[in-house]
């Protein structure tokens, strides 16, 4: 599985309008040439901010897939709209499942029609982490034996975790973040106060210290609630 995490950037005001588009008309037409659309997102900390996370099978689908969607009649008829919203829409992450069972596990969740009122989906928090290469077993096992039982401890449900996909951009139209060496945990919680509680908890453990001297820089944290269509919820 390819997994792309894609930040966008709007004209003030805009977000709900894209939102309703999108929700409406860009995520049964992209599943059915090939793709998964797994969540849609308002970034809680920026109102001009969009996230969205979508799947392949592989890169070649992926090539195909998008070929496929950004040549076809929806995007075609509703591009302009769409575009009216973006200032940028640039800052995406390639990313693959960091192990074969650390993927998302979506598939048998349904997701309401279009239309569905707002309900609340939790908080989604993506942490992006930034190492000097892209993350290999001894990272892997140190996540897993250390920082996952950790976040747990914290509260978190942890939704997945990825690493960075190497392999070069196949659809040059739409471009990712070159040169990138992340791990993204993606963990779910009840509310924003369970989130707090859950940051606490982990400034008191000792994972934070053990962690800092693997990043290269600063993680990046997104708080995420979902949208009525999501599928990725907390």
């Known amino acids: 599985m390819i ?11 805009t977000r709900d309008v894209l939102i309703e588009l999108f929700d ?7 599943e059915a040439v090939g793709m998964q659309v797994f969540g ?8 001009d901010r969009f996230v969205w996370l979508r799947g392949f099978r592989d890169m070649p689908t992926r090539a195909r897939a998008l070929e496929a969607f950004y040549g076809g009649p929806v995007w075609k008829r509703h591009l302009d709209a769409a575009n009216a919203t973006m200032i940028d829409s640039d800052n995406v992450l390639l990313l693959r499942p960091a192990r074969p069972w650390s993927g998302f596990s979506v598939e ?25 290469a892209t993350a290999g077993t001894e990272f892997l096992d140190f996540f897993e ?18 690493v960075t996909e190497t392999s070069p951009n196949n659809f040059p139209a739409l471009p990712v973040r070159e ?10 919680f009840s509310d924003q106060a369970a989130y707090e509680l859950h940051v ?35």
Do not use: M
Not at 179 to 188: M, Q
Not at 202 to 227: I, Y
């Open 3 to 13: 997994v792309e995490l894609r930040q966008y950037t709007l004209h003030p005001g």
């Open 200 to 234: 606490a908890a982990l400034a008191r453990s000792d994972v934070a210290n053990a962690l800092t001297p693997r990043l290269r820089d600063r993680p990046e944290v997104l708080k995420l609630a979902p949208t009525s269509r999501s599928k990725l919820r907390a």
């Open 24 to 30: 409406r008309e860009f995520v049964e037409s992209q």
């Open 108 to 132: 048998n969740d349904e997701r309401p029609p279009p239309g569905s009122p707002e309900v609340s989906g939790g908080l989604v928090v993506a942490a992006i982490w930034h190492l000097d």
């Open 40 to 47: 849609q997102f308002r970034d809680l900390e920026d109102p």
């Open 145 to 162: 034996s250390a920082v996952d039982p950790a976040l747990k401890d914290a509260g978190a449900s942890i939704l997945g975790y990825f």
């Open 179 to 188: 040169d990138e060496n992340v791990f993204v945990c993606i963990s779910g």
